[in-house]
């Protein structure tokens, strides 16, 4: 984040893209997150449950936001961060993190910049929505 | 269906130690190569006392160290192959680091059927406080609960 002027409504400062999204990454993050929930990494189990195959955790994407969003905001000045999930995260997705000022506020007698932000994959579908609040 | 009495239960509480190889094994998973989560000098330039965590890392460590990851589901009645993650929120309070013993005492803080009973949302809202008994985070789940609804 740029030192040198203040934040202002509208600076875009979240930008990142991520590879696509592999069976092996899901199978990973699986142990590394402790979420084992089968319906990401067992196709049987999808199926029977009605998906044409395994999906990524939301978490996972939720991650990825995060990573975006840290690489641009030095981690102390974060204050909340939250996604809704807004459609599932299919295999192969390339995922694409944006963010930008939506506000300037105050939140807790300090002053704070509210951040909205988005991961798309790569035909422009919306997987997350979401807000932070940074201290400036 | 999802039982709408459970609303108000307090699910086990979870104590979670924050190991440094299963957080390196989390910051490989995601390709994170932020100097602030991989290198003491850089933690401490930012002002940490050690590596901190990344931001959705509080979700990962209460179901980690759970006995039963899942445990939200038997007590509001669903099953694993009809929820969703709906919307996930962190609020933090406090730097969360590398050799930190977290304790998460989660709730159920609600749940609501939505378009005439096709879906239920349920709200978990979990407390987060360290080993000197400081309140670092709150986490809040809402997890999407598939009704079969008859045809």
Redesign the interface.
């Known amino acids: 984040m740029s030192e040198t002027r203040p934040l202002a409504v509208g600076d875009r400062i979240v930008h990142k893209s991520?590879?696509p999204i592999s069976r092996h990454?899901l199978a990973?993050?699986c142990?590394?997150?402790?979420?084992?929930?089968?319906?990401h990494i067992d196709l049987d189990?999808a199926k029977?449950?009605?998906y044409p195959d395994v999906f990524a955790?939301?978490?996972?994407v939720?991650?990825?936001l995060?990573?975006a969003?840290?690489?641009a905001v030095?981690?102390?000045r974060?204050?909340?961060?939250?996604?809704?999930?807004v459609a599932?995260t299919q295999l192969g997705a390339r995922l694409t993190c944006e963010g930008h000022v939506a506000e300037l506020v105050e939140h807790n007698g300090e002053r704070c910049a509210k951040l909205a932000l988005t991961t798309k994959d790569e035909n422009g579908d919306i997987k997350l929505s979401g807000e932070a609040v940074i201290a400036m | 269906m999802v039982d709408h009495s459970a609303v108000g239960r307090r699910l086990t509480p979870v104590t979670a130690h924050i190991e440094p190889g299963r957080l390196r094994f989390f910051r490989e998973t995601l390709g994170e190569t932020n100097p602030v989560y991989n290198e003491a000098s850089a933690a401490q330039a930012a002002g940490y006392a050690a590596t901190p965590v990344p931001p959705t890392y509080l979700f990962c460590l209460e179901m980690m160290d759970a006995e039963q990851a899942f445990e939200f589901l038997d007590v509001i009645g669903a099953d694993l192959a009809q929820v969703l993650h709906g919307e996930q929120r962190f609020t933090y309070l406090a730097p969360v680091m590398v050799g930190d013993t977290l304790r998460f005492e989660p709730r159920i803080a609600g749940i609501t059927d939505k378009k005439g009973g096709a879906m239920t949302l349920a709200v978990v809202e979990t407390k987060v406080t360290n080993q000197h008994g400081v309140h670092v985070a709150d986490c809040a789940r809402t997890v999407v609960v598939l009704n079969k609804v008859a045809a």
């Open positions: 991520f590879p990454k990973l993050y142990g590394a997150s402790g979420d084992h929930n089968p319906i189990f029977a449950a009605g955790h939301g978490m996972l939720m991650a990825c995060g990573q969003l840290t690489d030095p981690p102390p974060l204050r909340s961060f939250a996604t809704r999930f599932i």
